[in-house]
């Protein structure tokens, strides 16, 4: 599975492009693929922006930013 599924269902259900999201929060669209492929956590005031342009509900944001599918990928 793709990282931050739910948030990606989440911009399909509003009708809206990751791009048009990242603009609308105030982000690059470059800083926000960079999140959303998990080569770089979110900053508290992105997932706040975020969720405001798609309407999610600060209890609801271990479903659409913490990704449970992702592994501790520390190296030795």
Do not use: H
């Not at 609308?24 to 470059?30: C, D, E, I, K, N």
């Not at 959303?36 to 979110?42: D, I, K, N, W």
């Not at 508290?44 to 600060?58: G, H, K, S, T």
Request: aromatic share 12%.
């Amino acid at each position: 599975m793709r990282p931050f599924y739910n948030l990606r269902i989440r911009f399909a259900e509003c009708e809206t492009s990751q791009n048009e999201v990242a603009r609308r929060a105030g982000m690059a669209p470059s800083t926000m693929t960079a999140r959303m492929t998990g080569q770089q956590p979110f900053d508290a005031w992105q997932m706040d922006a975020i969720a405001q342009v798609l309407n999610i509900d600060r209890a609801d944001y271990g479903k659409y930013f913490f990704d449970a599918t992702r592994k501790n990928r520390r190296t030795a």
